[in-house]
């Protein structure tokens, strides 16, 4: 069979032919552009018996749904109100329904700035209350209609800037309603008599202009206004008296920074040890208080700009985007806590995902190569229950280390702040989870990273972040090698162990022993305050914790109340309860060894239906005591 094909030049004439005629064809009649104007709306079934090839209008009476028509059969408004509506507003089309007066959008889901009104006649009315309209606008917004526009109602939407000049100007002005915006700075005076208006719940200030001392008073409540028919503003000082006083403290400020900066720079040099000490800890302190985001930002800055203009980021991951130090400082920071080490902030930056900066001050043990080399060790670790380290930046009494940022936080906050009573707690079946992948994450480093001696060295709940999904994600793991040897004994957990409270040392077992008071911390809800206690003043006995746990509690409910999802998983809890507490043994000799710790948690069941724990099943003290008694477990807590 052959097929005619027409020459491509004639198809080509005939397509363009088809396009350029389309808007003459659709834009003839008021019908058809209304109708190209719907188009731009969004969720528009509210207006499904507009129809093409009927008008609108019969003499006044409305065809269409929403449109308002006067005697003449013409559109003389529209009136789409509660209708869900959102989309752009096809201002261009619907300026070109020449006869149009009013306009009302109110009670819809309308966002953006305010419709631009240039291309149309002179409107009377302009309705857009109830919305998400948002954005400043422009002084001049309703200037061409000055002898036209009667009310104007914005109410209740997220508009900002200062209230619009030109609506001063509008001679036939009756009703403004601007309330439950936020539209700041000082309030325009209307002269229009007979104006009702209303600015509430905005962020105006300054006093009352005299065109409006007649309004109702409830008509500027929430703002920061004053005078007539307020109260009267305070005296103020004057403009000039203001901008005198201003410069006078800028100058002091620019001398004192001065003289400080030559002080502290003599001071320097003659006694560098002693002021640096005093300086560590000044700075600590502040930071324990949490200090402002605006005062962090300007420490950041202050710090790195006086230094070594910025420095550099070093990046120790292949797959994350770059940045630089001053994306960080431009960036706009949270602060996440003070920890044991320093202070951590997470940072937003302007392009890519949010990430955690955590500063160091105290990780000068090992010279700069050895330090850039552990860091490349740690950035080739891989593994999904280890917080990737992304990039350090290295100074040498000060370090920088960017991680990703967990969404969930950690787990200690899940564990002891005060959640809001809507807000489920940590239940049996995530608490395995997340004491699973504790497991794996330790077995991966424990593979990957042999020859250190402590090869977590502060696992503590506030170390154990958690993803969207509560997968846990290991953080400050395997820093022993950096950081100070007198600052690690006075903060790491592995330090508050009985092998080194007792003998000065530590071994492989002892992060075994972090991980048993993690899992006693998990199971009991207690959070180990001995243990985490710091200083050398109070002892760090976290024995005393643990025997408090096993003890006292036990003939009770040793389990945390907030744990739900429990009725099945009685057996498996205690089970994890025995082997926290075989990981917590005294004697390193008769602890498990982190093999061992592991292929015991890992062969806990998450559903329980495969074997019968009914003997178990909560009456009172019997199956606790029960439980412990079966084969032959022995915990010896004073040893
Ligand atoms: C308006 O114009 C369209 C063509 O553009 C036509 O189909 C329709 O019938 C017209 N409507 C009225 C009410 O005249
Ligand atoms: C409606 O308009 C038509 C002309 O278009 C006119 O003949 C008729 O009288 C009008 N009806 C009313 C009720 O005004
Ligand atoms: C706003 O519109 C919704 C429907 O979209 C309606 O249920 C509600 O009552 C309206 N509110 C006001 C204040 O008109």
Redesign the pocket.
Known sequence: MVCYRPPYWLTFIFIHVLLTSLPFLSAQNDSARLITFRSSLTNFGALNNWDVQVPPCKNDTQIWTGILCDKNGNVFGLQL????LSGTIDVDTLAEVTSIRTLSF???SFEGSMPNLAKFGPLRGLFLS?NRFSGDIGADAFKLFSSSLKKVELANNEFTGNIPASLTQLSPLTDLQLQNNKFDGEIPDFEQTGLKANFANNRLDGSIPKGLRSQDPSAFAGNNVCGKPLSPCKKKLSKKIIIIIIAIASLVAVLAAIMIALFVRRNRKSRKNTYKDHQVTKTERKETKKPHVNEIQMRKEENYKRTDNGGKLHFVRSDRERFELEDLLRASADVLGSGSFGSSYKAMLVSGPAVVVKRFKEMSNVGKEDFHAHMRLLGSLEHPNLLPLVAFYYKKDEKLLITDFAAKGSLASHLHVKRRPDEPGLDWAIRLKIIKGVARGLDYLYNELPRLSLPHGHLKSSNVLLDDDFNPLLADYSLVPVINKDHAQHLMVAYKSPEFTQHGRTTKKTDVWCLGILILEMLTGKYPANYLEQGKGGKPDLGTWVNSVVREEWTGEVFDKEMKGTKNGEGEMLKLLKIGMCCCEWDIARRWDIKEAIEKIEGLKEREDEEDYSSYVSEGDAYSSRAMDDDNFSFSVTS
Not at 81 to 84: D, F, I, S, V
């Open positions: 109100e509660n209708m869900g109110m009670n819809n109830n």
